[in-house]
């Protein structure tokens, strides 16, 4: 029994997270407006950011504590769902419908779609890590993470809101929230390989990857405070970033990823 005790830090770290997800759909769908004046997508976004902050924090706790199990990660995978998948889509969702309503009644079932395609993808690629790729990749993400997907659609809904956008549908950039939506709904599905954020041989590189890893984490916690400048524009220049320079080196060395995993397993 005591022994068991030990599983409650890392869970507890998971259940924050699965309450975070359901408290941003809570803010952004208006459940909790009679709580809170706030701008209710911008709120559910920062619960969407908080989340992906503390993601990693149940599984360094059960390594610390040794209390790894099935349960947790089954758990966790759950959490994720809710706060990476289901709470960035609502965003979305919700974002078109209380600023562009005149589109959305005439564009609702592309908006179902797009949300179905989302979801979808998000609790694929979850069940698809649990299944095969936990212990196959160990420096490499098969297909773009359920967090960084959120957290980019999350970031990116304030910023254009910010900028008036969804007030003008007939521009392009009106469509680019909902066309990220859906690329990164078949990235995080997709076969593509993207290079972890872990220590390297190369101590400079080491060293950049910790600044931006501390500058980020600076930005997602000041992320609802709109009077601090430029937070979320890093945010979405590291995501792109990221995704365009780790996918292409994903690409370019593929052959030799497939390759090591495989000697790894025998």
Request: proline share 3%; hydrophobic share 55%; with cysteine.
């Amino acid at each position: 029994m005591v022994q068991n005790l030990r599983y409650i830090l890392p869970n507890a770290f998971t259940s924050m997270n699965f309450l975070l997800g359901v408290f941003s759909i809570c803010w952004t769908t208006g459940a909790f407006a009679s709580f809170s004046t706030a701008d209710q997508i911008r709120m559910g976004a920062y619960f969407v950011i908080l989340s992906a902050l503390f993601d990693k924090l149940d599984g360094f706790a059960a390594r610390l504590v040794n209390a790894s199990s099935e349960f947790g990660a089954q758990f966790d995978s759950l959490a994720d769902l809710i706060a990476f998948g289901l709470a960035p889509a609502f965003g979305v969702f919700f974002t078109y419908k209380m600023y562009a309503p005149d589109w959305f009644q005439n564009h609702g079932l592309l908006m179902v779609v797009a949300l179905a395609i989302y979801v979808l993808c998000a609790a694929m690629r979850l069940a698809k890590y649990n299944a095969c790729d936990s212990d196959t990749y160990h420096h490499h993400f098969s297909g773009l993470p359920s967090t960084f997907a959120g957290m980019v659609n999350a970031t990116l809904i304030v910023f254009l809101n910010t900028k008036g956008v969804f007030a003008d549908s007939s521009t392009f950039i009106f469509w680019v929230p909902l066309i990220v939506f859906v690329v990164t709904g078949f990235l995080m599905v997709s076969p593509l390989f993207l290079p972890k954020l872990q220590p390297r041989k190369n101590k400079a590189f080491n060293m950049f990857q910790i600044v931006l890893i501390v500058l980020t984490y600076v930005a997602g916690l000041l992320f609802y405070n709109e009077k601090v400048p430029f937070i979320l524009e890093y945010l979405l220049i590291l995501g792109t970033c990221y995704m365009v320079i780790g996918f292409g080196v994903g690409i370019a060395y593929r052959k030799q990823i497939i390759e090591e995993a495989k000697k790894s397993k025998q």
